[in-house]
């Protein structure tokens, strides 16, 4: 069974940066694409940065330039490097893997979620 599991999240102030892991366990056949999402208090759960199987990477409007997505293969991992934090991005950060497995199925699975705070 795949997992996925986060670390990273934490309390931090306006300006300041954090980093998000995530790593994925178990049996991959192909990686399609991991992504971070976050779900601020009151408001649903959206895409905050995507990463495909090419290396080919799509940001919400609200993180362009600030955050940077990137993976090491080797250790089925994704990084979300945050800068410039502001009070907004106060939410939870959740890992989403969409893969193949080998019996040839096109699957998703979450991680539990990591709370990250921004405020003085």
């Known amino acids: 069974q795949v997992q996925l599991v986060e670390s990273g999240g934490g309390k931090v102030q306006p300006g300041g940066s954090l980093r998000l892991s995530c790593a994925a366990s178990?049996?991959?056949?192909?990686?399609?694409?991991m992504g971070w999402y976050h779900q601020p208090p009151g408001k649903q759960r959206e895409l905050v940065a995507r990463?495909?199987?090419?290396?080919?990477?799509n940001y919400a409007d609200s993180v362009k330039g600030r955050f940077t997505i990137s993976r090491d293969n080797a250790k089925n991992t994704v990084l979300l490097q945050m800068n410039s934090l502001k009070p907004e991005d106060t939410a939870v950060y959740y890992c989403?893997?969409?893969?193949?497995?080998?019996?040839?199925?096109?699957?998703?699975?979450w991680g539990q979620g990591t709370l990250v705070t921004v405020s003085s």
């Open positions: 990463i495909f199987s090419d290396d080919t990477t």
């Open positions: 178990g049996r991959i056949l192909t990686m399609y694409s």
């Open positions: 989403k893997l969409e893969y193949n497995d080998y019996r040839g199925r096109y699957l998703e699975v």
